[in-house]
């Protein structure tokens, strides 16, 4: 593997001083692409939250590009790029999608616009609508692609596929790993559909109430699929469950 970009090394963290992920090891290479799978309650968002310098870690260390993330300035860890599009996608509804692409400040890479469209060739005919109008899928395409408009070392999304139909996480997972071999980024993703994820990712960690409970490079996680699912037990929500109406829409395609 390249050097680390994310690396967490025993980390423990959690809310008010009580642990909710314990003694955690974690990285990811420059241009990896990395899956945290596990079910709801896991301590997936909990982690992606402290590599963010949200949360402070209660043990152990983060590091971002080899210096450390004692939390409390997650500003300070974004302009040293690293970017988390959280679960809620946070793209501001009354504003165009061209607005939106424009918030996320990476002129200085060009034409921000032209940047997303290349990875994400649907919201073309979008630009001019208010993202509270998109589906769910293109209001995700727009999250990640305003986030790649600011070229970030490491970008992190949680629950990517959150309400999303398989057929469009289908059409999501490759261009994760375009981006990734394009930028050369270190990707860490959420992410519920674990056989769609594990085609296409390098590495993937699967947690189960705060610890690892595996870990290993895709192909051979694939070979332990039984494994995996079992360690879901007691998880409420199958994915497909959680897909919701609007995303009925993307099912003709949203990515290109
Ligand atoms: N702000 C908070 N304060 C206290 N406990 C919290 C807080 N946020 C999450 N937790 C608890 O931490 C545990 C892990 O939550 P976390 O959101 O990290 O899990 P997750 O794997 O991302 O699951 P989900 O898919 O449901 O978001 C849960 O038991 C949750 O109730």
Redesign the pocket.
Known sequence: MTAAIIDCAGLTSG?AGVP?IRDLDLTVGEGELVAVL?P???????TLLTIAGVLRPIGGAVRFLGAPVDGGRPDRVARRGLCLVPDDRSVFFDLTVRENIRMGRGRRHGDPVRVVLDYFPALESRLRMRAGLLSGGEQQMLAIGRAITMRPRALMVD?MSLGLAPVIVKKLLPVMRRIADDLGCAILI?EQHVDLALQVVDRAYV?NHGAMVQEGPAVELRGQRDLIEASYLGAQDAPDAQTDQADQADQGGAVR
Do not use: I, R, W
């Open positions: 809310y909710v596990g709801n309650g896991a301590g997936k968002t909990t629950e959420v947690f």
